[in-house]
């Protein structure tokens, strides 16, 4: 029956009731499924015509769905099993979206292994007679180093349980600050290479790097904010700590941008 109690958490925040049951379902660009006639579930949208009593908030990272138990009455076993079954998909989904602070600092070693890689690529292409296949290699590293980003701030976004105490929110900027002179070195060696990108026979590349830089700097914006969105304001130390941090990124990623503008 609709009315079997599932717990699903976000961000630390559980609603449950003999009443009411309540999913907020985060990390999805789309709606989660259908539910036709018969209420079984599909792709992509959700429809609850036919309930007395419900609220659905659809929005770009949020979907969360209000409904009675007694809104099924009238409906046969099985339409009630089908319905009761898409919410344990939804509870289950939620509960695998979920991340943790151990999640996010294992985002940032990744990063600092793919920039790593990448800033090595760039320190190899050569100022003359470069070819367009490491030049492309390039291309291709900088797309996986923006993934890994957008991936950590997914899951900073996601973080649970909240508040992210003072202790892993330290763990967290300590590993960006071992990250930051990997980022920078990458970005300068970008600027300096840029001769060699220009006289590739083949144009076109720096405009494909300057690309590249838009998003990462984009990408890293965003990560940042997720950041200190969840830094805790006491100490304060650490928010001043993150912000100095955050900005000397932020001018490297400025200056290899305008080297390509």
């Keep these: 029956m609709i009315h079997q109690h599932f717990t699903a958490l976000h961000r630390g925040f559980c609603v449950m009731g003999p009443k009411v049951s309540y999913f907020e379902?985060?990390?999805?660009?789309?709606?989660?499924?259908?539910?036709?006639?018969?209420?079984?579930?599909?792709?992509?949208?959700?429809?609850?015509?036919?309930?007395?009593?419900?609220?659905?908030?659809?929005?770009?990272?949020h979907l969360a769905i209000f409904a009675d138990?007694?809104?099924?009455?009238?409906f046969t076993s099985a339409q009630q099993m089908k319905f009761t079954s898409a919410f344990a998909v939804l509870a289950c989904t939620l509960v695998a979206q979920a991340s943790t602070v151990s999640t996010v600092l294992t985002d940032i070693a990744k990063i600092n292994t793919d920039v790593t890689s990448l800033d090595n690529q760039i320190k190899a292409f050569p100022l003359?007679?470069?070819?367009?296949?490491?030049?492309?290699?390039?291309?291709?590293?900088?797309?996986?180093?923006?993934?890994?980003?957008?991936?950590?701030?997914?899951?900073?976004?996601?973080?649970?349980?909240?508040?992210?105490?003072?202790?892993?929110?330290?763990?967290?900027?300590?590993?960006?600050?071992?990250?930051?002179?990997?980022?920078i070195s990458a970005l300068t060696d970008i600027?300096?290479?840029?001769?060699?990108?220009?006289a590739l026979p083949v144009g076109?590349?720096?405009?494909?790097?300057?690309?590249?830089?838009?998003?990462?700097?984009?990408?890293?914006?965003?990560?940042?904010?997720?950041?200190?969105?969840?830094?805790?304001?006491?100490?304060?130390?650490?928010l001043v700590s993150a912000t100095a941090l955050t900005s000397s990124i932020n001018a490297a990623l400025a200056t290899a941008l305008a080297a390509y503008s």
């Design 25 to 61: 379902l985060s990390r999805v660009s789309s709606p989660s499924f259908v539910m036709n006639d018969d209420y079984q579930p599909k792709n992509l949208q959700l429809c609850l015509q036919g309930y007395k009593s419900q609220t659905v908030y659809w929005g770009r990272q």
């Design 69 to 74: 138990p007694q809104d099924l009455h009238g």
């Design 128 to 183: 003359s007679g470069g070819s367009l296949v490491a030049a492309l290699a390039i291309h291709t590293a900088a797309g996986g180093v923006d993934t890994d980003i957008n991936t950590g701030t997914t899951d900073t976004n996601n973080i649970t349980p909240l508040p992210v105490s003072a202790a892993d929110a330290a763990s967290i900027l300590s590993a960006v600050n071992t990250l930051k002179p990997v980022i």
């Design 191 to 198: 600027v300096t290479k840029k001769p060699g990108f220009v």
């Design 204 to 238: 076109g590349l720096p405009a494909l790097i300057k690309s590249d830089l838009t998003n990462l700097q984009a990408a890293t914006l965003a990560f940042e904010n997720a950041l200190i969105a969840k830094t805790p304001a006491s100490p304060a130390s650490l």
